[in-house]
């Protein structure tokens, strides 16, 4: 089953924008930059965690060891900052 029409057509259709900066506050803006920071190295952290569990190289997992030990320090860097 074709959808037929461009893409543009399609875009513009079923695409629906997501405008969240309107009317925020710098208090918002703030928490969901530091939401999103947050998020981000919690992926990061497992996505490290997950390349140590299937590696066999040694060098790599020390390597890896250590970037999922500041990536978590950076965490609870953050953390205590925003308690504060």
Same mark, same amino acid.
């Given at each position: 089953?074709?959808?037929?029409?461009?893409?543009?057509?399609?875009?513009?259709?079923?695409?629906?924008?997501?405008?969240?900066?309107?009317? @925020?506050?710098? $208090?918002?803006?703030?928490?969901?930059?530091?939401?999103?920071?947050?998020?981000?190295?919690?992926?990061?952290?497992?996505?490290?965690?997950?390349?140590?569990?299937?590696?066999?190289?040694?060098?790599?997992?020390?390597?890896?060891?250590?970037?999922? $030990?500041?990536?978590? @320090?950076?965490?609870? @860097?953050?953390?205590?900052?925003?308690?504060?």
């Amino acid at each position: 089953m074709a959808l037929g029409g461009t893409t543009v057509e399609y875009d513009r259709k079923f695409a629906t924008p997501v405008v969240t900066h309107i009317n @925020q506050t710098d $208090d918002e803006k703030a928490a969901l930059e530091y939401n999103a920071h947050v998020e981000a190295l919690e992926t990061l952290a497992t996505e490290l965690r997950n390349c140590l569990e299937h590696t066999t190289d040694e060098k790599y997992k020390r390597y890896l060891s250590l970037k999922i $030990d500041r990536t978590n @320090q950076r965490l609870e @860097q953050l953390r205590t900052e925003d308690t504060k």
